[in-house]
């Protein structure tokens, strides 16, 4: 009898701990592939992020029952940097146009910042969503990367 629940329990945890796996791995966007739908408005931690901050991608938390992005400091190697904010008119959502606007006003901002250009480093704009439009969000977030792996502290400067 002692065996049998010893390998039920053992069986339960193994469950338990693949079950977490599948969760935490299918909750986890595509760290390779970032673009304005990679994270948006209403991804939770976001709006935590200020200009010239780093952030590793979203990853699921235990405690917060969710994924969500979490600040790291640049010195230390992040996946993600803001690099500035804009604000878009205001007017009726109009999706297709927002995406247009926001990633010729991140490609704008990153010329003004990294004239010469920055090889290896991408970019992606953070969007509001039609739930944060329709709350008065004007705001979008402009955010570098290296598809390739981690910025280093000289990237981030």
Request: one cysteine or more.
């Amino acid at each position: 009898m002692v065996t049998s629940l010893g390998a039920r329990a053992a069986g339960l945890l193994l469950s338990a701990a693949l079950l977490g796996a599948f969760v935490t791995g299918a909750s986890r966007p595509d760290a390779t592939v970032k673009g304005d739908g990679f994270i948006d408005a209403e991804t939770p931690g976001v709006l935590n992020i200020e200009a010239g901050e780093c952030f590793d991608d979203p990853t699921y938390d235990v405690s917060f029952a969710d994924v969500i992005v979490v600040y790291r400091p640049c010195v230390e190697g992040a996946q993600n940097q803001s690099f500035g904010f804009f604000q878009v008119p205001d007017g009726p959502w109009d999706e297709p146009a927002l995406r247009a606007l926001a990633w010729d006003g991140c490609r704008a901002a990153q010329t003004r910042r990294w004239p010469a250009g920055d090889p290896g480093v991408s970019l992606y704009p953070v969007l509001p969503t039609a739930e944060t439009w329709a709350d008065g969000d004007r705001t979008v977030m402009c955010v570098r990367y290296r598809p390739t792996g981690r910025l280093s502290p000289a990237d981030t400067r």
